[in-house]
């Protein structure tokens, strides 16, 4: 939940918070008992805090409020502006089935640079999942009777798409710029999503234990897959480098600043070498292939990732291991 504090007006102490428009609220708690102020303030603050009115725009920022710090948060800024023009102005529970697929079919048939085919399912889906989870919250804190069903897309299979040794060795020599190449070695050395090797500090870098914490302990939003692990010899000797020349506290910078996409150097390098559909999550995609394929079993590929179930990591990436089922088959030798 977003944070409160306790202040106090002519002696009585006060629930005090900023909100979303950065203006303070506060409210008097009725008493001058710190340790009672402390015990009252979170169900007063909830409750003033509580979306008034029942309409999906109203849920949505009630459940963004209550949210408040998760990684989810940012990415519903985006998948809101696809659900606004529809279900904004709605009420929660009259959301029906011909909704969610009239929502489907104009989605994919928005045309755009970026996807000149339509907007893809596996997005649609995403838009609707964020619609399905707000109404859902908002059935649990008996803000609607009941949460509508939401109909979705299939979600699409995980792409297979992933680049062979050769071809990051390659991708390496034709970036351009020394800050997409160590991005690249160090997304391909850890298997770390994008914004966790972005965001990446060299305090989290500990080049005595030859490990890397891709979690930041002072970021308090729920992020996937970032875990601990070791550095390797190659990794070990890019980031030796980098850190004789750095400048900032971040691994991963340029001209002094910390970078937030190497999305444009990436893909250029991938165009050079005949990968034009090269992505940083291509990447992480690529590692945990090269784990599977060494015959490295599910549990310990799962961890390095940083997935919350081994089924996960099992269901994507078992099939790119040599041992998989191996056992099974050798037993209808005949």
């Given at each position: 939940m977003p944070d409160w504090r306790l202040t106090r007006?002519?002696?009585e102490f006060c629930v005090t918070w900023d909100d979303a428009d950065g203006i303070r609220r506060r409210y008097r708690l009725g008493t001058t008992d710190k340790a009672e102020a402390a015990r009252l303030a979170t169900s007063r603050y909830a409750e003033l805090t509580r979306p008034r009115g029942t309409t999906v725009a109203d849920l949505w920022e009630g459940y963004k409020l209550d949210m408040e710090g998760r990684a989810v948060v940012g990415t519903?800024?985006?998948t809101w502006k696809a659900l606004q023009k529809r279900f904004g102005a709605m009420e929660a529970e009259t959301i029906s089935v011909a909704?969610?697929?009239a929502h489907t079919e104009e989605r994919r048939a928005v045309r755009t640079k970026q996807c000149?085919?339509?907007v893809q399912d596996g997005t649609i889906h995403t838009e609707l999942g964020h619609l399905r989870m707000v109404l859902l919250w908002a059935e649990k804190n008996k803000l609607i009777t009941k949460a509508p069903h939401i109909e979705r897309p299939s979600k699409p299979e995980p792409k297979d798409a992933h680049l062979t040794r050769e071809e990051v060795r390659s991708l390496i020599e034709a970036a351009k710029a020394p800050h997409v190449a160590l991005a690249i070695r160090l997304m391909i050395g850890t298997g770390a999503r994008n914004e966790a090797a972005l965001q990446l500090t060299w305090d989290r870098v500990d080049f005595e234990r030859r490990m890397i914490r891709l979690r930041n302990p002072f970021d308090k939003a729920k992020?996937?897959?970032r875990a601990t692990i070791p550095i390797n010899?190659?990794?070990f000797e890019a980031l030796e480098a980098a850190h004789r020349l750095s400048v900032t506290n971040y691994v991963v910078e340029w001209a002094g600043e910390p970078i937030k996409?190497?999305?444009?150097?990436l893909k250029a390098a991938g165009t050079a070498i005949g990968r034009p559909d090269v992505s940083p999550h291509m990447l992480r995609h690529s590692a945990a292939v090269w784990m599977a394929e060494d015959g490295h079993n599910m549990e310990e590929i799962s961890q390095y990732l940083g997935h919350n179930d081994?089924?996960?990591?099992?269901r994507i990436y078992a099939r790119f291991s040599p041992t998989h089922l191996r056992k099974l088959a050798d037993s209808l030798n005949i």
């Open positions: 007006l002519n002696g519903m800024e985006h909704d969610c697929r000149p085919e339509g992020r996937k897959g010899d190659t990794l996409s190497i999305k444009k150097g081994v089924k996960v990591t099992t």
